[in-house]
């Protein structure tokens, strides 16, 4: 896990980083970046790194929680104002993952993709960590959806964004506004 310091070094070396590690994802897979290339590249000294993290995946934790944690472009609530879900702000949400494609990479490691999935569940059930999120058909639900979007993020980014944002959220408003998220099931 990526530490939490009392005294924490300039930000600006931490973003190096990330930056780098972001710009390596998208030629590399995971385990071909190592700490010494990563700091090579960021242009700091390994104890920098070990300063913020202690192994590679802990930066891919620390953009997935990030991102998740997000108050100024909160990408995973939809106004909760507003009784139905409308194909603006479907469309909103489509350019914030436009605009940061360079983290869809992480998505195709499963170890990443469940992490966002949990904090994702997390940030919209309002709890602190994921024991306290109640199994229920809510939350399976929930996860369906989500696990859904996020597979239509990956597939539109992987096509180089081929089609526009007015098709991909079409296609999401679809899947938010199925049945399968309206009607609850009995029997849990």
Not at 106 to 113: A, D, E, S, T
Request: hydrophobic residues 40%.
């Amino acid at each position: 896990m990526y530490k939490s310091t009392k005294k924490e070094l300039p930000r600006g070396k931490r973003f190096r980083i990330v930056e780098c590690f972001l710009d390596m994802i998208q030629k590399k897979h995971i385990s071909e970046i190592t700490i010494v290339g990563l700091c090579e590249t960021a242009g700091v000294t390994r104890s920098t790194f070990y300063h913020h993290f202690e192994i590679i995946e802990d930066v891919a934790d620390f953009i997935i929680d990030d991102i998740v944690c997000q108050k100024n472009d909160n990408v995973w609530i939809f106004p909760s104002n507003k009784e139905v879900i409308e194909l603006e702000d479907i469309k909103k949400w489509l350019l914030f993952w436009k605009k940061n494609k360079q983290i869809m990479p992480l998505l195709q490691y499963p170890q990443f993709r469940e992490r966002l999935l949990k904090n994702v569940m997390m940030r919209m059930s309002g709890e602190l960590n994921e024991k306290e999120v109640a199994f229920s058909v809510a939350t399976v639900k929930n996860y369906f959806v989500i696990n859904g979007v996020l597979s239509l993020l990956e597939r539109w980014y992987e096509s180089g964004y081929q089609k526009s944002e007015e098709i991909v959220a079409e296609m999401l408003l679809q899947l938010l506004t199925s049945p399968l998220i309206e009607n609850e099931i009995r029997g849990y």
